[in-house]
């Protein structure tokens, strides 16, 4: 095993023993298992999940931006109750509430506004284009001898309508 493998190896073991857990950029240990029969590491790493767009899948985004769209709304309309509820209270100086109240609002709006910036793109990119749909956890076991470019690189999952067509 080369020199600097056994080092990281020596690392994480400490840190395990320790009881910390380790980030890396790409990875998150998770367990060190030491046998007879050999020593292995298992790592949760990020994949990255894309989707092929088609109708059926433009359909499906619509209605989940919609949806976020919708709860982001109400978020906002409970917000503005409530502020109303406390200055109405005078409990708080309506100045304080006002500060409190216009962070959420703000982070309220501009979530709508992004969704609604999404539904716009989503409407203009072609069928047969690739978007990202977002990131899952991985759990990667490591052997000595495996091919750490191999383990290491970018990994995806293509989806075309709910189905799962490539794993890079």
Same mark, same amino acid.
């Given at each position: 095993?080369?020199?600097?493998?056994?080092? /990281?190896?020596?690392?994480?073991?400490?840190?395990?023993? =320790?009881?910390?857990? !380790?980030?890396?950029? /790409?990875?998150?240990?998770?367990?060190?298992?030491?046998?007879?029969?050999? @020593?292995?590491?298992?790592?949760?790493? #990020? *994949? *990255?999940?894309?989707?092929?767009? *088609?109708? &059926?899948?433009?359909?499906?985004? #619509? &209605?989940?931006?919609?949806?976020? !769209?919708?709860?982001?709304?109400?978020?906002?309309?409970?917000?503005?109750?409530?502020?109303?509820?406390?200055?109405?209270?005078?409990?708080?100086?309506?100045?304080?509430?006002?500060?409190?109240?216009?962070? $959420?609002?703000?982070?309220?709006?501009?979530?709508?506004? +992004?969704? &609604?910036?999404?539904?716009?793109?989503?409407?203009?990119?072609? @069928?047969? =284009? $690739?978007?990202?749909?977002?990131?899952?956890?991985?759990?990667?076991?490591?052997?000595?001898?495996?091919? +750490?470019?191999?383990?290491?690189?970018?990994?995806?999952?293509?989806?075309? @309508?709910? #189905?799962?067509?490539?794993? =890079?």
């Amino acid at each position: 095993m080369p020199l600097v493998l056994i080092l /990281i190896k020596k690392y994480l073991l400490i840190l395990c023993k =320790n009881g910390r857990g !380790i980030t890396f950029p /790409i990875f998150s240990m998770v367990k060190i298992h030491m046998s007879r029969i050999g @020593d292995f590491m298992k790592f949760i790493r #990020k *994949t *990255t999940i894309k989707q092929i767009i *088609t109708s &059926e899948s433009r359909n499906q985004l #619509k &209605e989940k931006f919609d949806l976020k !769209i919708g709860q982001a709304k109400k978020e906002l309309e409970q917000l503005q109750f409530e502020k109303k509820k406390l200055i109405y209270q005078k409990k708080f100086s309506q100045s304080k509430v006002e500060k409190r109240f216009v962070v $959420e609002e703000n982070k309220r709006q501009q979530l709508i506004e +992004w969704y &609604e910036y999404q539904l716009q793109q989503l409407h203009d990119i072609p @069928d047969g =284009n $690739e978007i990202v749909e977002g990131e899952v956890d991985e759990v990667v076991e490591v052997d000595i001898g495996d091919n +750490w470019d191999a383990i290491s690189g970018n990994r995806s999952i293509l989806i075309k @309508d709910g #189905k799962i067509i490539d794993i =890079n």
